[in-house]
């Protein structure tokens, strides 16, 4: 089974929003420490995880050594994969891309494992180099946003990948022997350990690498590492998409990890392998910052997987923005009247310049996707579908602005945000906009009940003094006392007077 590039018109949004397809894609990745499983749901920009399993296997666990997969590892390995390919026919997956990476790469019977595999399951197995390893974890990071720039590291199992970003491409990869099974099995130890790992580093820098760049964390390892920077600095979200941490945070996690008193990380919610690995990737992060100075860190839940499917789509599907596209499909599956999200965001569009085009966007598309809530729980149904579903293409700041404008949709909503920690990520002036973008969205859906042919036929018009609803003759019975209490709270946050009109046109 083998992919195959995607149909341009899957992408193509009808009047109703995008196509929904059962054009599901897998993808199969035989890693140094696990092999994963992965279905998106359809052909699309933004990746809906239909189906998601990893086992650890630890093949890559004796390369340093033996040179060869372990016995144990390959029989794990191949009875895992004779369930996935099982699973691809139960789950009617089109297209299956089985991608082999450093462990299989570099062992001497690797070659001989990909055939066995084959002759065994039917997955023809792909043995990437380490360059194509690390353009496919640069890709995903892509697909999760497109405008991500600098170097993404990814950190697997047997090796540790380098590629530069720039312009929406990736313009050059890679690859070192720096995963934390490899680590462990040179013995080294303190001084020598880490001067060997800055050789390596120092050897295989991307070309226009530069100190300043941003630098994106991709893989199991950096997450963990980034999820233990979430805990001690006590974050209040638990997304690792898109979070941000200082260099001076990461410094400070890595000599915690990698100090005499080591803590327990089972007790900090990492696995029993995740915890062995972690001081290991601490000292390759160490020296990937010292080395390339970046102005930021940053966290991409998308890799390799996702960069296998961004590689699939058209040029013109890779265009598509994830964040409107997600929000788009989800009011189609779950509003009541899909299509008003689209009205709604270009009826408030003039009262809501601050706001970002795609932002007001995809909290207008999303801000009906949870009517069947109890009206008491609907702020914190509305917090929760920001910020801890799978929607990509935003920072964190952009996913509390989304959170926080999709919360004061509903009342209870300044309990929710504070309760959930939306004063710790927004300023002040973030936080009014957002606020105020809730709130409008609150009027516009109390105004027409949700229904885009009603709403078209008004219009909310901001000037430098006013916030003005215009209704016209023949709808004058939806000017309300609610409606007008809408108008007004909206007007306030947006330190505007209101004023409704009725009679007209």
Excluded at 155 to 177: D, K, Y
Excluded at 181 to 206: C, M, Q
Aim: contains cysteine; aromatic residues 6%.
């Amino acid at each position: 089974m083998t992919g195959t590039k995607r149909a341009a018109a899957a992408s193509t949004p009808d009047a109703s929003g995008p196509a929904i397809t059962n054009d599901r894609f897998g993808v199969i990745d035989i890693g140094s420490n696990s092999v994963r499983f992965v279905v998106f749901d359809s052909a699309m920009r933004s990746p809906a995880y239909f189906f998601n399993e990893k086992v650890y296997c630890g093949l890559g666990s004796d390369i340093e050594t033996t040179g060869a997969l372990p016995p144990t590892g390959k029989a794990k390995a191949f009875s895992t994969l004779r369930r996935f390919a099982l699973l691809a026919r139960a789950l009617e997956v089109r297209d299956v891309v089985t991608i082999a990476t450093a462990a299989m790469r570099d062992a001497s019977d690797g070659a001989d494992f990909a055939k066995e595999i084959e002759a065994g399951t039917g997955l023809r197995v792909r043995i990437v180099s380490g360059k194509d390893e690390g353009r496919f974890s640069a890709l995903g990071v892509l697909l999760g946003d497109r405008r991500t720039e600098g170097i993404v590291a990814d950190i697997g199992g047997a090796s540790m990948e380098l590629a530069f970003l720039q312009a929406g491409a990736v313009r050059h990869c890679t690859t070192t022997p720096l995963g934390p099974l490899r680590l462990k099995e040179t013995g080294l130890t303190s001084d020598v350990l880490a001067a060997y790992i800055r050789k390596k580093i120092n050897e295989n820098l991307p070309d226009g690498t530069r100190p300043g760049l941003g630098l994106t964390l991709v893989g199991g390892g950096w997450r963990a590492f980034a999820s233990l920077v979430m805990r001690r600095t006590k974050y209040p979200l638990r997304v690792l998409h898109g979070y941000e941490f200082t260099r001076e945070q990461a410094l400070e996690t890595c000599d915690w990890l990698t100090g005499n008193d080591a803590p327990d990380l089972t007790v900090h919610g990492l696995s029993k392998t995740r915890a062995e690995n972690a001081p290991w990737t601490a000292h390759v992060l160490r020296a990937v910052i010292e080395r390339l100075e970046p102005g930021n860190l940053a966290v991409s839940s998308c890799g390799l997987r996702e960069g296998v499917l961004y590689e699939s789509l058209t040029p013109a599907m890779r265009c598509d923005d994830p964040l409107t596209q997600s929000a788009q499909l989800m009011e189609r599956v779950e509003g009541r009247f899909p299509g008003f999200g689209a009205e709604l965001a270009l009826w408030c569009k003039s009262a809501l310049p601050e706001m970002p085009e795609r932002m007001r966007l995809a909290a207008c598309m999303l801000a009906d996707v949870n009517w069947r809530v109890h009206p008491d729980y609907r702020a914190g149904a509305c917090f929760t579908t920001a910020t801890q579903s799978s929607l990509v293409g935003m920072t964190h700041t952009e996913r509390m602005i989304l959170a926080v404008a999709l919360a004061y949709r509903y009342k209870y909503a300044k309990a929710t945000v504070e309760r959930n920690g939306g004063s710790a990520i927004l300023d002040k002036e973030q936080r009014r906009i957002a606020e105020a973008t809730g709130r409008i969205i609150r009027l516009g859906a109390m105004l027409t009940g949700a229904t885009p042919e009603l709403l078209h036929r008004c219009s909310l018009h901001r000037d430098a003094t006013t916030l003005t609803l215009t209704i016209p003759t023949d709808l004058e019975a939806l000017a309300s006392e609610a409606v007008e209490r809408r108008l007004d709270t909206a007007a306030s946050l947006l330190e505007l007077a209101p004023k409704m009109v009725t009679g007209g046109k």
